[in-house]
C-alpha cells in the first residue's frame, strides 16, 4: 500500500508543476503578447537597425584604436633605442671632454713648471690658473641665472 501511495503523491506532484508551468508558461506568454503590442513593430526595427548601426561604428573605431596602438608602440620603441643611443653618446662626450680638460691641465701645469720664469715674467698679462677659475666661476654664474 506504501508504493502505491507514494505513487500516487509523486503524480500529484507532477500534476500539479505541470499545471503551475503551464500557468507560468501562459501567464509569461500574456506578458510578452502585452507588452509587444505596446511597441510598433517599426519602432523596434529602428531601435535594431540603430543598434547594428552603432555597433559596426564601435567595431571600425576599435580597429582604427588597436591599428594607432600598435603605431604608437613602434615608435616608442624606436624613439626610447636613439634616446638610449644618444645618451649613451652624450655620456662617452662628457668623458671624453673630462680627458681633454685633464690633459690640457696637465700640459699647463707641465709648462708653468718647465718654463716657471716665463710664466712670472708673463704673469701679469697671462696666468692660465686665474684665467681658468674665471671662466668656471663664469659658467656657474650663468647657470645660477638661468
Not at 523596434?44 to 594607432?68: A, G, H, P, W, Y
Not at 653618446?89 to 671632454?97: A, E, F, P, R
Not at 690640457?104 to 677659475?133: M, R
Amino acid at each position: 500500500m506504501s508504493a502505491t501511495s507514494d505513487r500516487l503523491t509523486d503524480d500529484s506532484t507532477e500534476s500539479i508543476q505541470r499545471q503551475s508551468s503551464d500557468k507560468c508558461t501562459k501567464s509569461g506568454d500574456t506578458f510578452i503578447h502585452l507588452v509587444s503590442n505596446l511597441v510598433e513593430d517599426n519602432h523596434v526595427m529602428t531601435i535594431n537597425d540603430s543598434q547594428i548601426n552603432m555597433l559596426s561604428r564601435f567595431e571600425k573605431t576599435n580597429e582604427m584604436l588597436v591599428n594607432c596602438n600598435a603605431l604608437a608602440v613602434i615608435r616608442f620603441e624606436s624613439a626610447n633605442r636613439d634616446l638610449k643611443r644618444y645618451t649613451q653618446q652624450l655620456v662617452d662626450l662628457q668623458k671624453d671632454l673630462d680627458s681633454v680638460f685633464h690633459r690640457i691641465k696637465f700640459l699647463k701645469l707641465k709648462l708653468t713648471q718647465q718654463y716657471s720664469q716665463a710664466f712670472k715674467d708673463c704673469g701679469n698679462v697671462f696666468n692660465p690658473f686665474n684665467e681658468e677659475e674665471e671662466e668656471i666661476n663664469e659658467d656657474l654664474k650663468d647657470l645660477s641665472i638661468n
